[in-house]
């Protein structure tokens, strides 16, 4: 009964769709117990402006009641009969083709099984859009007791949403734009002030070699481990660097003239944190939790590891 109502409301949808976007083609479908989906192909792009036209048009259908009625005809008499069918003529192998109509609505070639009326359906709920593609879009969907289980499920987020962004409904949007904005603006503040402060970084020389030892509050995670890397290409350069924000990150990492694993101090540190880590010989990272005394831990790792560096002479 489930796969008849879902298959039904997937061709009043397509039907819907169709209207309020002409250029759009079906690809496929999949109706399935755990997930119901369309697959369409559109060069524009889908918005849930169009999406929300088609829904209302496909449950005004569904709440009309319309009769859903087979049709048997020649496959060389079929768009002479049914000039609005969707069909795909090259594909149909037999001399008879089946036709499904949705009363006055919708055409299709389809061999699945359908319900006798559109009330049957009861409600049509998108519930997900995925681009999978340059042209090519995957609409989730449910029907009857599920769309109507999952809508609630929807309107209890966006209460939610709006209770969190302390705004009215009309206004979500437009705010969650502007928080967007807001957040590319301050992640190139933080990228430049991260740039600056690395910048400001001093190695100490041991025994000739370039200690880099350092914790940093703030900065950019990536931006960290990409100049980690342009300071290792120096010849006699050790490094390790403490990331703290609401965790705690380590970079090891040593330059190509260094004879020295550097996964084992990473292992070593980390331990203290209760965190993990991985990486190369030359260049290890992981992540940890911060201790309430972690402070005073980094500063024994620093003796530990200048002791390291000495031995390395």
Request: aromatic letters at 8%.
């Amino acid at each position: 009964m489930q796969d008849k109502r879902a298959h039904t409301g997937e061709h009043i949808f397509f039907r819907s769709l169709s209207k309020v976007i002409p250029e759009v083609s079906l690809d496929k479908i999949s109706i399935k117990e755990e997930k119901n989906a369309l697959y369409i192909k559109y060069s524009g792009e889908l918005n849930w402006e169009q999406l929300l036209k088609a829904e209302k048009l496909t449950n005004d259908i569904i709440f009309e009641n319309r009769k859903v009625i087979v049709h048997n005809s020649r496959k060389e008499d079929v768009i002479t009969k049914f000039p609005d069918i969707r069909i795909k003529l090259d594909r149909i192998q037999t001399e008879e083709v089946r036709i499904v109509e949705v009363e006055n609505y919708d055409f299709a070639a389809c061999s699945g099984d359908h319900v006798d009326s559109t009330n049957e359906i009861d409600f049509f709920l998108l519930t997900k859009v995925n681009k999978t593609g340059e042209d090519s879009y995957r609409l989730e969907f449910e029907i009857a007791e599920k769309a109507k289980e999952e809508s609630l499920k929807l309107s209890k987020i966006a209460l939610t949403s709006m209770e969190l962004l302390q705004s009215a409904p009309e206004n979500v949007e437009r705010t969650i734009a502007n928080l967007l904005k807001d957040n590319e603006k301050y992640r190139q503040n933080l990228a430049e002030f991260s740039q600056k402060s690395f910048e400001s970084i001093c190695p100490r020389d041991i025994a000739g070699t370039k200690l880099y030892f350092e914790s940093l509050k703030g900065l950019d995670r990536k931006l960290v481990i990409k100049k980690a890397g342009e300071l290792l290409e120096q010849p006699k350069v050790f490094l390790v660097l403490f990331l703290i924000d609401e965790g705690l990150f380590v970079i090891c990492g040593r330059s190509t003239d260094i004879d020295y694993d550097m996964r084992t101090p990473l292992n070593s540190i980390l331990t203290r944190f209760g965190g993990r880590g991985g990486g190369r010989e030359n260049f290890s990272q992981g992540g940890g939790s911060l201790t309430d005394n972690y402070e005073s831990t980094i500063k024994e790792i620093e003796k530990e590891i200048e002791n390291i560096v000495s031995s390395l002479a």
